[in-house]
């Protein structure tokens, strides 16, 4: 059984930074791609960044772009997302999930394991 377990969340003011962290346990996330996720309240869960199973090529939503970096740490088992220049918009609950697909993909249901999430909000 495959489980994911965010961390990393929390309160941020505008302009700051948070780096969140995906960790696994009964699985080698090397073996897939990882999505990261957020939902805020009242909108659909959209897809932020992903890193392909394939050659770890990066997918990054252009509200995120120059923004958020996604990387993996495959001693650690973990995928890690640095979001730097935070703004309130950026306020969701962030959600790491993996899929066999070999490219990235945003849509949720190509995902098979998800983790419960990690709150994250930026207000001054």
């Known amino acids: 059984q495959v489980q994911l377990v965010e961390s990393g969340g929390g309160l941020v003011q505008p302009g700051g930074s948070l780096r969140l962290s995906c960790a696994a346990s009964?699985?080698?996330?090397?073996?897939?791609?990882i999505g990261w996720f957020r939902q805020a309240p009242g909108k659909e869960r959209e897809g932020v960044s992903c890193?392909?199973?394939?050659?770890?090529?990066?997918y990054y939503a252009d509200s995120v772009k120059g923004r958020f970096a996604i990387s993996r740490d495959n001693a650690k088992n973990t995928v890690n997302l640095q979001m730097n220049s935070l703004n309130p918009e950026d306020t969701a609950v962030y959600y790491c999930?993996?899929?066999?697909?070999?490219?990235?993909?945003?849509?949720?249901?190509?995902?098979?394991?998800w983790g419960q999430g990690t709150q994250v909000t930026v207000s001054s």
């Open positions: 890193i392909s199973r394939s050659d770890d090529s990066t």
């Open positions: 009964g699985a080698t996330l090397d073996y897939y791609a």
């Open positions: 999930a993996t899929t066999f697909a070999y490219q990235c993909t945003t849509r949720t249901s190509d995902y098979d394991y």
